[in-house]
């Protein structure tokens, strides 16, 4: 059975750090790029960043980008997030899914399992 689990998340102060984990079972995730994405209540959800299988490949959402990192170690099956210099406007639920092929996409529509997320608060 195909999971994903997320954790880490937590209130933070602006300016904060915070490290969220998605740990997955039922496959071997070297095979597959991960995804985190999010969503905050009465917005559209956002691709947040990618890696692909080997590690080789990332993408970042623009915002985030020069804040966020994202990185996988496969022999404990899970990625993480590190997200730092954080924002209210970061504040929202994050969830990882499993893309279905080794290389990155933005789309959600490419994901073909999803975790329950963990939420993100951001605010002083």
């Known amino acids: 059975q195909v999971q994903l689990v997320e954790s880490g998340g937590d209130l933070v102060q602006p300016g904060g750090s915070l490290r969220l984990s998605c740990t997955v079972s039922?496959?071997?995730?070297?095979?597959?790029?991960i995804g985190w994405f999010r969503q905050a209540p009465g917005k559209e959800q956002e691709a947040v960043a990618c890696?692909?299988?080997?590690?080789?490949?990332?993408f970042f959402l623009a915002s985030v980008n020069d804040r966020f990192t994202i990185s996988r170690d496969n022999a404990e099956k899970t990625v993480y997030l590190q997200m730092n210099r954080l924002k209210p406007e970061d504040t929202a639920n994050y969830y990882c899914?499993?893309?279905?092929?080794?290389?990155?996409?933005?789309?959600?529509?490419?994901?073909?399992?999803w975790g329950q997320g963990t939420q993100v608060t951001v605010s002083s």
């Open positions: 899914g499993r893309r279905s092929a080794t290389y990155c996409s933005r789309f959600a529509g490419a994901y073909d399992y």
């Open positions: 039922g496959f071997s995730l070297d095979s597959y790029a």
């Open positions: 890696i692909s299988s080997r590690g080789d490949s990332t």
